[in-house]
């Protein structure tokens, strides 16, 4: 499989263009066990004016707006980064920060095909080589070790890195309204490769 660079400016990109353009890009997970290596086949964008983003609050008028704090700073930090939070007490995701930095906005993670170390993610979550292993933003954080030591850290970089392959074509991308959460629910900012058994939910 080839490896293509980043472009400069591609994490600057729309949010809403980068989120289908992860898709069959390798993310790399550098452990004590062995190198973890699995494809992206699903992904859910997240807008600065989206109130399900992590950044927005929105005001008794219903009015948007940013909004810092200690758990979600990396997403108004620079893009290429790894936002990762704790969520429903049990579960760690991981979501690129993209756009203009001061601007929160990212693309979440929410599923992987293990392309190598398979037999090591599954040692991590306790169950044999299926579907079940990666197939969910919670799913796949515990596979690959992956918990909020890593939040800002620059995924170009090891131990975790994402490399580029070449972008599935158009005909392969699925796009639906978004999962698992209870704001905005209509907005079709998920995106997943068609066909693919690793994704959460067809």
């Not at 699925?174 to 939910?201: D, L, Q």
């Amino acid at each position: 499989m080839d490896y293509n660079p980043w472009p400069d400016d591609f994490f600057t990109r729309p949010t809403l263009d980068i989120a289908p353009a992860l898709l069959g890009a390798l993310l790399v997970r550098e452990t004590p066990a062995g190198r973890l290596t699995a494809r992206i086949v699903e992904t859910e964008a997240y807008l600065q004016h989206d109130p399900a983003c992590h950044g927005v609050r929105a005001r008794p008028d219903g009015e948007l707006y940013h909004r810092q704090t200690g758990r979600n700073t990396t997403m108004f930090g620079p893009p290429g980064r790894a936002y990762v939070y704790f969520t429903y007490g049990n579960h760690f995701m991981l979501n690129v920060v993209t756009g203009e930095e001061g601007m929160p906005e990212a693309v979440l993670i929410r599923a992987l095909e293990p392309l190598a170390g398979a037999a090591t993610m599954a040692l991590n979550r306790g169950l044999p080589i299926s579907p079940a292993l990666t197939n969910g933003p919670g799913k796949l954080t515990r596979a690959l070790a992956i918990d909020r030591a890593l939040d800002g850290h620059d995924l170009t970089q090891p131990p975790l890195q994402l490399f580029l392959t070449t972008p599935l074509p158009e005909h392969r991308i699925v796009r639906t309204p978004r999962i698992g959460i209870s704001k905005a629910v209509e907005c079709p900012w998920r995106f997943y490769e068609h066909g693919n058994a690793w994704v959460s939910r067809k």
